[in-house]
């Protein structure tokens, strides 16, 4: 990707950053463990409120 798609993808999202690796990590990690036993299904956005609506 080049460095002025990257800018503009960036200026998409309301955070101003992007994900990092060990944020999604933790997602995943809370989904798979006992804390989460109650969830029967949902939407998880990791999106930084780019997918806002």
């Known amino acids: 990707m080049s460095e ?3 800018k503009y993808m960036l200026s998409k999202i309301p955070r101003n950053r992007f994900l990092k690796v060990e ?4 997602m995943v990690f809370w989904l798979c463990s006992s804390e989460n036993s109650f969830t029967t299904g949902g939407v998880f956005n990791l999106s930084g409120g780019r997918a806002t609506y």
């Open 4 to 6: 002025e798609h990257i």
């Open 23 to 26: 944020e999604a990590a933790s």
